[in-house]
C-alpha cells in the first residue's frame, strides 16, 4: 500500500493524456474544490491535484503561516514548501502523472511561487494570479524555460505593483519563461483573467 499523502485532496483523472496535470492551490479561505471549476475551463482533459492548505488561521485554510497580511513567516515558509513539494511527488507516483503545472490564487499563487524557487524540479510551469514575493532573499534556481504566468491587478490592495514586478524579475532572473499581465482589477479574478489562463493554457 502507498503511504498516505498527507494532504487532504481531491485528485480528478483527466480524458487526455496528452495533457500536462495541473496542481490547483488555492487562496486564504479556500479548499481543495474552489479551483477544480477553473481547472476543468482552462485546461479541458488534464488531470487535477488540489490539495487543502494544511494551516488554519482562525477557520480558513492557508498553506504557509503569516504574521500579517503580505508578511510571511518565512521559516515557516520553507518548510511547508518542502512538504507541498513531498505531497507532490508521492502523487505523481500514486496516480502516475508527469510534473504539473501549477494554477494558484494569492495565498495557493505564493506557495506555487515558493516551490519555483525552492524546488524547480517539481513543476512543469505555473500560472500565478494575484502572486507576490515569497522569500525576502530567493534562493538561486534552475528555471531555465519554464513557463510562467503572472497575472497581477493594478488596483490590488494586497500586492502592490512593485512587488509582482519584483516576483516576475526574481523568476526570469533565474531563467523562467515569464509573461506578466497587469490588469484593471484588484485582488479578486475576473473574465479577463479567464480569456488570458484560457490563452496561455492552450499553449502547454
Ligand atoms: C498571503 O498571505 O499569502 C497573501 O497575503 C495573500 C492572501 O492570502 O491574502
Same mark, same amino acid.
Given at each position: #500500500? /502507498?503511504?498516505?499523502?498527507? %494532504?487532504?485532496? @481531491?485528485?480528478? *483523472? ?39 492548505? /494544511? ?27 518542502? $512538504? ?8 505523481? $507516483? ?10 494558484? %490564487? +494569492?495565498?495557493?499563487?505564493?506557495? &506555487?511561487?515558493? #516551490? ?15 502572486? #507576490?514575493?515569497? %522569500? ?7 528555471? /531555465?524555460? /519554464?513557463? @510562467? ?15 509582482? $514586478?519584483?516576483?516576475?524579475? *526574481? ?13 484593471? &482589477? ?8 479567464? +480569456? ?9
Amino acid at each position: #500500500m /502507498k503511504a498516505d499523502t498527507g %494532504f487532504i485532496h @481531491v485528485f480528478e *483523472q483527466g480524458s487526455d493524456p496528452a495533457r500536462r496535470p495541473l496542481l490547483l492551490l488555492h487562496g486564504t479561505g479556500g479548499d481543495e474544490r474552489d479551483l477544480l471549476g477553473l481547472g476543468r475551463t482552462v485546461a479541458p482533459g488534464a488531470s487535477l491535484l488540489s490539495p487543502r492548505g /494544511k494551516l488554519l488561521e482562525g477557520a480558513a485554510p492557508r498553506f504557509f503561516r503569516r504574521l500579517a497580511e503580505g508578511v510571511f513567516d518565512e521559516e515557516d515558509l520553507r518548510r511547508r514548501t518542502d $512538504e507541498l513539494a513531498d505531497f507532490v511527488l508521492e502523487a505523481r $507516483e500514486r496516480y502516475g502523472l508527469p510534473a504539473p503545472i501549477a494554477l494558484g %490564487f +494569492s495565498n495557493g499563487a505564493n506557495i &506555487a511561487a515558493a #516551490m519555483l524557487l525552492q524546488r524547480p524540479d517539481v513543476l512543469a510551469g505555473a500560472a500565478l494570479l494575484r502572486a #507576490m514575493v515569497p %522569500f525576502a532573499e530567493p534562493p538561486r534556481a534552475d528555471l /531555465k524555460g /519554464k513557463p @510562467v504566468l503572472v497575472l497581477s491587478g493594478a488596483l490590488d490592495p494586497i500586492v502592490p505593483a512593485s512587488n509582482a $514586478e519584483r516576483l516576475v524579475r *526574481q523568476l526570469g532572473d533565474n531563467g523562467a519563461a515569464v509573461e506578466h499581465r497587469v490588469l484593471p &482589477a484588484g485582488h479578486g479574478l475576473g473574465q479577463a483573467d479567464l +480569456s488570458l489562463l484560457n490563452d496561455w493554457f492552450a499553449r502547454w
